[in-house]
């Protein structure tokens, strides 16, 4: 049974700091790209950042870039997404999601973590 829990959600100010895990049972993230995804109230999923299979090759949207840095420690089974300088409007729940390869639509992934709160609030 394939399990991704993701964790270190949480209230930050805007300009600061969080570090997101997402660590899996049953499969092998080394083997998988995993995606961080953020949905918004009201909105609909979108992907942040993507780290591929073996290779480990990172893309990141728009947003995203020059901010945040996706990660995957291979021994513990984990992908990360370090933020740096949170805005408003990074505000969300974070998914991370595996498919065979890094693509931003939420339909083609294999399996869901249950998704973290992010709130960046002053």
């Known amino acids: 049974q394939v399990q991704l829990v993701e964790s270190g959600g949480g209230v930050v100010q805007p300009g600061g700091s969080l570090t997101l895990s997402c660590v899996a049972s049953?499969?092998?993230?080394?083997?998988?790209?995993t995606t961080w995804f953020r949905q918004g109230p009201g909105e609909e999923r979108e992907g942040v950042s993507c780290?591929?299979?073996?290779?480990?090759?990172?893309y990141y949207q728009e947003s995203a870039k020059g901010r945040f840095t996706i990660s995957r420690d291979n021994a513990k089974n984990t992908v990360y997404l370090q933020m740096n300088d949170l805005k408003y409007e990074d505000s969300g729940v974070y998914y991370c999601?595996?498919?065979?390869?890094?693509?931003?639509?939420?339909?083609?992934?294999?399996?869901w973590g249950q998704g973290i709160q992010v709130t960046v609030s002053s």
């Open positions: 999601a595996t498919e065979r390869w890094c693509t931003w639509i939420p339909e083609r992934k294999s399996y």
């Open positions: 049953g499969i092998t993230l080394e083997y998988v790209a």
């Open positions: 780290i591929s299979s073996n290779t480990g090759e990172t």
